[in-house]
């Protein structure tokens, strides 16, 4: 099974400032034949389920603010999010898709305002 | 809009069973995979089982394989999971979630999460 890594798990930010959250995968997410690393991003709000911010580790979903961005390929990923807002406050997991089950994701980076 | 709504969660004593479902709508239920997802109290997410859009395929995870079974009925747009033998460290929130992308039956993310219903197992 793969065993997805972040790190750090908490982190604490200025208001406009940048938060960059890693997922490190016990093995590459990218699958050759089409070129893509089968790598999501989720924010968690507290009280609420997740929400999906960022799929194939750098495709923004609908209605997700520039301010966050996906990169990494194979093994290492990264979460950015360019300009802290206080809604941004959340926990942040990645998850593998890679594959047959299971889909496991990381333990979660919890963010807050410095 | 797509809406997932679960329900049956409970207090439970360990050995003991509980039927959980989800309810959905917004979306052509029969085209999608869904997978139930837990939350173990402060604790991270964890994946438990998914079925097919048709319900012929089906994975779960290690930790509740032989235990949990899930199943779907697309005529009521409903997911279910059947815990059974269950223990203190199934308590958790239990969600059901929507693949983002119809008709596969694997390489699930998920796009739309129902709210969650607590299970809990203890004496």
């Known amino acids: 099974d793969f065993v997805m890594t972040q790190s750090p798990d908490s982190l604490a930010v200025s208001l406009g400032e940048r938060a960059t959250i890693n997922c490190k995968s016990s093995?590459?997410?990218?699958?050759?034949?089409?070129?893509?690393?089968?790598l999501a991003w989720y924010q968690q709000k507290p009280g609420q389920p997740p929400k999906l911010l960022i799929s194939?580790?750098?495709t923004r979903e609908s209605g997700v603010p520039d301010r966050f961005s996906g990169s990494g390929s194979g093994t290492d990923f990264t979460l950015t999010i360019s300009s802290l807002q206080a809604e941004d406050v959340a926990v942040y997991f990645c998850?593998?898709?890679?594959?047959?089950?299971?889909?496991?994701f990381g333990q979660g980076t919890k963010l807050e305002i410095k | 809009e797509v809406q997932l709504l679960e329900s049956g969660g409970n207090l439970v004593q360990p050995g003991g069973s509980l039927r959980l479902s989800c309810e959905a709508s917004?979306?052509?239920?029969?085209?999608?995979?869904m997978t139930w997802v837990r939350q173990a109290p402060g604790k991270g997410l964890e994946w438990v089982s998914d079925?097919?859009?048709?319900?012929?395929?089906?994975h779960y995870a290690d930790s509740v394989k032989g235990r949990f079974t899930i199943s779907r009925d697309n005529s009521k747009n409903t997911l279910y999971v059947q815990m059974n033998s269950l223990r203190a460290d199934d308590t958790a929130v239990y969600y059901c979630?929507?693949?983002?992308?119809?008709?596969?039956?694997?390489?699930?993310?998920?796009?739309?999460w129902g709210q969650g219903t607590l299970v809990t197992v203890s004496s």
């Open positions: 194939w580790a750098s």
């Open positions: 079925i097919s859009g048709s319900g012929e395929t089906t």
């Open positions: 979630a929507k693949d983002r992308v119809a008709g596969r039956t694997i390489n699930h993310y998920f796009d739309f």
């Open positions: 998850q593998q898709f890679y594959g047959t089950p299971p889909y496991t």
């Open positions: 093995r590459s997410v990218l699958y050759s034949f089409n070129n893509k690393n089968y």
């Open positions: 917004g979306f052509t239920f029969s085209s999608y995979a």
